[in-house]
């Protein structure tokens, strides 16, 4: 782990990381979600801190990892717009120097809920004893797009993970997330990259990390010569 460095005095220092699962409700008692357990944002979220580095770490309510064992502050999101409104919410949005957005967001919401007949459903909680429903999915609201925006002075890193194709594909989709939004890099994973993480920059270079412990490694020195260079 990196040395500390709690003799930071840079106003742009604070570190921001989103992790963990998101929800798309389908009635008020059912949700759409995924396998996202909040284990790798806490990682990097400790790292950070024990390197001196404020961190704010906005967690989704169903991550099931322990939270942070270091003094990070921690909000808590629900739905994708859920977590746009507390990153909206957070102040001095200037001092921020970096985002890494590692949220396992929902890539569809429901839009509609229809029995077999056609009908739709509106209920609180859509009964069981009426047969099967059909759910109508639209795309949910991307959140990386607007973190440059909310953001404008940090450095913005997001995540890919890719299960399908190989790994030419995996840092392919890397390179084009970066493009797409302008951001300072991308962090790729999943089967289709393999085992470990690719840390992938605008030019298209990339430095593998064999395993998490390496990624927040990496990361954090990574974040710390930034600093240094801006003193």
Same mark, same amino acid.
């Given at each position: 782990?990196?040395?500390?460095?709690?003799?930071?005095?840079?106003?742009?220092?604070?570190?921001?990381?989103?992790?963990?699962?998101?929800?798309?409700?389908?009635?008020?008692?059912?949700?759409?979600?995924?396998?996202?357990?909040?284990?790798?944002?806490?990682?990097?979220?400790?790292?950070?801190?024990?390197?001196?580095?404020?961190?704010?770490?906005?967690?989704?309510?169903?991550?099931?990892?322990?939270?942070?064992?270091?003094?990070?502050?921690?909000?808590?999101?629900?739905?994708?717009?859920?977590?746009?409104?507390?990153?909206?919410?957070?102040?001095?949005?200037?001092?921020?120097?970096?985002?890494?957005?590692?949220?396992?967001?929902?890539?569809?919401?429901?839009? /509609?809920? #229809?029995? !077999? &007949?056609?009908? =739709?459903?509106?209920?609180?909680?859509?009964?069981?004893?009426?047969?099967?429903?059909? *759910?109508?999915?639209?795309?949910?609201?991307?959140?990386?797009?607007?973190?440059?925006?909310?953001?404008?002075?940090?450095?913005?890193?997001?995540?890919?993970?890719?299960?399908?194709?190989?790994?030419?594909?995996?840092?392919?989709?890397?390179?084009?997330?970066?493009?797409?939004?302008?951001?300072?890099?991308?962090?790729?994973?999943?089967?289709?990259?393999?085992?470990?993480?690719?840390?992938?920059?605008?030019?298209?270079?990339? /430095?593998? #990390?064999? !395993? &998490?412990?390496? =990624?927040?490694?990496?990361?954090?020195?990574?974040?710390?010569?930034?600093?240094?260079? *801006?003193?």
């Amino acid at each position: 782990m990196a040395a500390c460095m709690s003799g930071f005095h840079n106003s742009m220092n604070r570190v921001i990381i989103t992790h963990g699962p998101g929800f798309e409700p389908i009635d008020e008692a059912r949700r759409i979600t995924n396998f996202s357990t909040g284990h790798l944002g806490t990682k990097l979220a400790e790292s950070f801190a024990s390197s001196g580095f404020p961190v704010i770490a906005l967690r989704g309510v169903l991550a099931t990892y322990p939270m942070a064992s270091y003094p990070v502050e921690t909000i808590p999101f629900t739905t994708n717009g859920n977590l746009i409104q507390k990153l909206k919410e957070i102040g001095d949005p200037d001092a921020v120097g970096w985002v890494f957005h590692l949220a396992a967001l929902c890539d569809f919401a429901v839009s /509609q809920i #229809l029995d !077999d &007949a056609g009908n =739709l459903l509106n209920q609180a909680k859509i009964p069981t004893r009426n047969g099967g429903i059909t *759910l109508r999915l639209e795309p949910s609201i991307k959140v990386l797009p607007h973190l440059p925006h909310m953001f404008p002075k940090a450095q913005v890193v997001g995540w890919k993970y890719e299960l399908n194709g190989a790994k030419a594909d995996a840092l392919q989709a890397a390179r084009q997330q970066i493009q797409g939004i302008q951001s300072a890099a991308c962090v790729v994973n999943g089967s289709a990259y393999g085992p470990g993480f690719g840390f992938v920059l605008p030019d298209g270079n990339y /430095q593998h #990390l064999p !395993d &998490a412990d390496a =990624l927040a490694d990496w990361l954090v020195s990574w974040c710390t010569k930034h600093h240094n260079n *801006l003193n």
